[in-house]
Nanobody, 117 residues
Framework: QVQLVESGGGWVQPGGSLRLSCAASRMIVSSYTMGWYRQAPGNQRESVAV???????NYADSVKGRFTISRDDEKNMVYLQMNSLKPEDTAVYYC???????????WGRGTQVTVSS
């Protein structure tokens, strides 16, 4: 079955950087709209960054200029480079793949990102 597996989370001090990775199996990331979402305790899951099949991207206002989503088609992976991290970025980060025409929507299990001093 389709799997999305996130990695790269952890603890970092404010101002630090992390790079999240999402490894996809049994799906081709370049054919999907791939995104990173996050959910902090007590909050709803929110979209952080999206990369479309044509490589255009979209970001939440709260992360613009700090986060960058990218895709490696040869490795079938998606990344989220996070710079200038803030405590409010603390959350579980999820990888998502959507194909509207096929009606498919896949989620990874998430990776914890904690930003604190």
């Amino acid at each position: 079955q389709v799997q999305l597996v996130e990695s790269g989370g952890g603890w970092v001090q404010p101002g630090g950087s992390l790079r999240l990775s999402c490894a996809a199996s049994r799906m081709i990331v370049s054919s999907y709209t791939m995104g990173w979402y996050r959910q902090a305790p007590g909050n709803q899951r929110e979209s952080v960054a999206v990369i479309y099949s044509g490589r255009s991207t979209n970001y939440a206002d709260s992360v613009k200029g700090r986060f960058t989503i990218s895709r490696d088609d040869e490795k079938n992976m998606v990344y989220l480079q996070m710079n200038s991290l803030k405590p409010e970025d603390t959350a579980v980060y999820y990888c998502n793949g959507q194909h509207n025409i096929l009606g498919r929507n896949y989620w990874g299990r998430g990776t914890q990102v904690t930003v604190s001093s």
